[in-house]
């Protein structure tokens, strides 16, 4: 017979259990705003019976109950569905932080027109029109002073916008890392914690909560994964690499990096390991400052070292109205000081590499001539150098586009005297300089004895940058340039000598007697065709105002778009192959050539005297005359 405090436990137990059950409710309740808060719930189960089913129990029938107790309080959540929200966290962090920094960037692009650099560079190429017009003026030349200043102020302002994103997302790298790791920290100490928890007979579900709320947002920062599979340590893995095992964390720390950004690496704090990311917030971040932003400002640099490099290769060939010559027209400091590109590289006070930016040859070349030689150029290229080879059939201009087309970060083309010209480019890896000519090598003798830049042929004549005086390797009196420190379009500046005296701008060459006749403006003008944009000429001759055929004007279009015609290449005759690269001309193909230079020449002609009648009516005094007016004008007056 069941005695009285039998009854009385069995009652407490089930007061105990539905106590428990309406506090685990309370508590649901309460936090069900709490952020990473999993609902729980109560899981009840019959209590051991009174007697054991066994030969010393009394002789009764059935077993009597002892009510309820409380097995567990559950946690009420999904697994696969945990996995599922870290990785998803992770690209949504990503793609997030790409989306606003890149609303950052488009802010920068979305200038007015009438501010923009190419709006200021049309103004720079009309001024020096202006000056071909009157190379005797004063005036003229202070225009193109001014108007070169407000290009180079707009070019620096772009770079300013640039760098101050990178120096943004930089800044918010630093954040980031210090947040990942104190996630981190925080995860190990929670394991440690959960551990003795479970331990003691414990569920630590309010604990586990938090420790996946860290997991969460760390999620959202990096891209990790999960392992619970061990109950004693919980492991988050970041691209293969162990962060947090149970109780221990690692950290990441910044270090300083090898290139002239002045940015840091992330790296791992106890191996000092580069540390990767391929998603979450940080792994956008890096990838915005190291590849979209740096390529941003690779842009803007090539664009004005290849701008300041062509306007300064006609100015310092010809000769101001006092008489002055030899002057770059655009300065961009700081460049490498040593004459010959000498550069401590490595900041241990001594010279150690070579910085050159151009390489100039010494023979005049026919680009239409073949070159009658054998052998590969090996140049250097983003991820190790690159081979080119050439054939006695190719043209120079083959060799030219071919070495153009190639992977190698060094270009060709033929100067204003048709002198081949080699000229770095920026660089893909990070720790290499840009517009810095690493690696230039001949089997042959296309770059020795032909175009006149290497002294010899072979790998013992080679240049390479990585030693003092690579200079060296030149043939005597092949011109070169040294290279920028670091960021030309954020240095680049009108020359201080022409700025204080605005009569060296120089608008003609000199003549035999050694001056420039006074009404001499064909500097000016070689300058002024360097502004020939090919999406000008085709809006020109798309308006119908010129007699070429629509069929005509889709032939231009097509071969210029085929090999990358623009600016000059519009006042130089064609020879390139109407059907691409490695194809021989016949005798179709030259006078469809032949053809397509007709052309050429029906729509520059008259884009030459339209820019001159334009000029007559606009820098004569009739500004107010209306464009329209002048282009029908124009045209009545050719017979159009």
């Not at 899981?43 to 309820?68: A, C, H, W």
Request: with cysteine.
């Amino acid at each position: 017979m069941g005695s009285t405090f039998s009854g009385i436990e069995l009652g407490k137990r089930s007061i105990m259990a539905n106590t428990d059950a309406i506090t685990t409710a309370g508590h649901n309740i309460s936090n069900a705003n709490t952020e990473g808060y999993s609902r729980q719930r109560v899981q009840i189960k019959e209590f051991s019976p009174l007697y054991n089913p066994d030969l010393t129990r009394p002789e009764r029938p059935g077993m009597i109950g002892q009510g309820v107790d409380v097995q567990s309080i559950n946690r009420i959540r999904d697994e696969l569905l945990d996995k599922r929200i870290v990785a998803q966290s992770n690209q949504e962090g990503y793609w997030q932080t790409r989306s606003d920094y890149y609303m950052m960037l488009e802010q920068i692009y979305n200038e007015p027109d009438d501010i923009s650099i190419r709006s200021n560079m049309d103004k720079f190429w009309e001024s020096w029109q202006e000056l071909s017009i009157h190379p005797e003026s004063q005036a003229a030349r202070q225009a193109v002073v001014t108007r070169a200043e407000t290009l180079t102020d707009s070019i620096k302002q772009r770079w300013e916008s640039l760098k101050g994103i990178g120096d943004l997302i930089d800044g918010d790298i630093e954040a980031t890392v210090r947040q990942v790791n104190s996630y981190s920290e925080q995860i190990a100490d929670l394991n440690a914690q959960i551990v003795r928890s479970k331990a003691m007979g414990d569920n630590p579900n309010d604990l586990l909560d938090r420790r996946d709320l860290l997991v969460d947002k760390l999620a959202d920062l990096i891209n990790i994964t999960a392992d619970s599979r061990d109950s004693d340590e919980f492991m988050v893995h970041v691209d293969g690499k162990v962060l947090v095992q149970g109780g221990i964390a690692r950290k990441f720390e910044l270090a300083p990096r090898n290139d002239d950004t002045g940015y840091s690496k992330i790296i791992w704090e106890d191996t000092g390991s580069d540390a990767s990311f391929s998603g979450g917030k940080l792994g956008a971040l890096v990838e915005l400052r190291d590849v979209d932003v740096r390529s941003e400002i690779q842009q803007l640099n090539t664009m004005t070292m290849n701008f300041a490099d062509l306007v300064n290769d006609v100015h310092r060939n010809a000769v101001g109205a006092n008489k002055v010559t030899g002057l770059d027209f655009f300065v961009q400091h700081p460049f490498v000081e040593n004459a010959n590109g000498n550069f401590d590289r490595n900041n241990d006070g001594e010279f150690d590499t070579s910085y050159i930016f151009r390489f100039t040859g010494t023979n005049a070349l026919d680009k239409e001539q073949q070159v009658g030689l054998q052998g590969v150029m090996t140049l250097s290229g983003p991820s190790g150098d690159v081979q080119i080879e050439y054939f006695p059939t190719d043209t120079v201009e083959t060799v030219i586009a071919r070495i153009n087309d190639s992977n190698s970060e060094v270009k060709a083309y033929l100067d204003r005297n048709n002198h081949l010209v080699l000229k770095a480019t920026t660089s893909q890896a990070m720790e290499n300089p840009d517009f810095v000519i690493r690696h230039v090598e001949d089997s042959g003798y296309f770059l020795s004895g032909y175009s006149g830049i290497l002294a010899g042929n072979g790998e013992e004549n080679a240049y390479d940058f990585a030693q003092v005086d690579s200079v060296n390797a030149l043939v005597d009196g092949a011109q070169f340039a040294v290279s920028p420190v670091i960021n030309p379009s954020a240095y680049i500046q009108v020359n201080d000598e022409i700025k204080n005296d605005v009569m060296s701008v120089a608008a003609g060459f000199i003549d035999a007697s050694g001056n420039a006749n006074t009404g001499d403006g064909r500097a000016a003008i070689e300058i002024a065709a360097r502004g020939y944009s090919t999406d000008a000429v085709m809006r020109l001759l798309k308006t119908q105002l010129t007699d070429l055929t629509v069929e005509e004007i889709s032939e231009l279009e097509n071969y210029v778009k085929m090999w990358k015609i623009d600016g000059r290449k519009w006042l130089d005759s064609w020879c390139n192959h109407p059907s691409g690269l490695g194809q021989s001309l016949g005798d179709k193909d030259k006078a469809y050539l032949a053809h397509l230079n007709s052309l050429r020449e029906k729509c520059i002609l008259p884009l030459e005297k339209i820019c001159y009648f334009f000029y007559r009516f606009v820098f004569g005094g009739i500004r107010f005359f209306p464009f329209t007016r002048f282009l029908v004008a124009f045209c009545r007056q050719q017979g159009q």
